[in-house]
């Protein structure tokens, strides 16, 4: 059972890495599953609709993170443990690390709920691994809107919400090196990916002895 996630703010190329991993890992034989919150499912991908729409500007804070969380709830039970159960690598592209970055730090919910909520959300089911991505925050949103046409309500938000949510992220390795392992993202694409690959490789390799 395996099961990875990419964290890290926005235009931290989380989908390109998760993109390489995921065609690595299947060239290696292993049988991947490569997933997003919020969505990753029917009914998870509509709360994401909802989430990301940026006419919503009224939805309020207490609404955003538990629908974040229900979208979680509803992954985890129609995608992320039956391929788990049925022995797939879950790849997974943000996770719980982003509720208490975004929403703790960024939101400034108190944090121990917002662990409490993800562990209830999750059911207790935590990443193996955690990739956080990093990236300068000026440097990220440019190349986040430069891949879009145009902004979703997160991106919308003043540079000083997404710092508050890079130093949360910063923060959450710190606390658990064990399992989140930080990558500045400066050093280009293929160098950033050989440090991924021997990430999982590590893992992987740790789970089978
Ligand atoms: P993305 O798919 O482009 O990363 O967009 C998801 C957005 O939702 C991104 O701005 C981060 C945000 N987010 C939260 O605020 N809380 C969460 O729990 C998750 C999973 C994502």
Same mark, same amino acid.
């Given at each position: ?23 690595y890992l299947k060239k290696k034989g292993h049988k991947v599953v490569l997933t997003r919150e919020p969505g990753g499912s029917k009914i998870a991908d509509k709360i994401r609709q909802i989430l990301l729409d940026k006419n919503n500007k ?34 997974? #592209? @943000? ?5 208490? $970055?975004?929403?703790?730090?960024? *939101?400034?919910?108190? =944090? ?39 902004? #979703? @309500? ?5 540079? $000083?919400?997404?710092?508050?949510? *890079?130093?949360?992220? =910063? ?39």
């Amino acid at each position: 059972m395996c099961f990875i996630t990419f964290e890290g703010p926005e235009g931290s190329g989380k989908s390109t890495q998760i993109a390489l991993l995921a065609a690595y890992l299947k060239k290696k034989g292993h049988k991947v599953v490569l997933t997003r919150e919020p969505g990753g499912s029917k009914i998870a991908d509509k709360i994401r609709q909802i989430l990301l729409d940026k006419n919503n500007k009224e939805l309020c804070p207490s609404a955003e993170l538990l629908l974040y969380l229900s979208s979680r709830a509803q992954h985890l039970s129609d995608t992320i443990e039956p391929a788990l159960q049925k022995g797939y690598i879950v790849l997974c #592209d @943000r996770f719980s690390d982003s509720t208490l $970055a975004y929403q703790g730090y960024g *939101r400034g919910f108190d =944090r121990k709920t917002i662990k409490m909520l993800n562990d209830f959300a999750a059911s207790g089911r935590k990443p193996d691994l955690t990739i956080l991505l990093d990236i300068e925050i000026k440097k990220g949103l440019k190349r986040a809107h430069k891949s879009k046409n145009s902004k #979703d @309500r997160l991106e919308l938000e003043p540079v $000083a919400f997404h710092a508050r949510v *890079r130093h949360g992220f =910063r923060a959450i390795a710190e606390k658990e090196p064990k399992r989140v392992k930080l990558v500045n993202i400066n050093s280009g694409v293929e160098a950033v990916f050989c440090k991924v690959a021997s990430l999982a490789d590590l893992l992987l390799k740790s789970q089978d002895a």
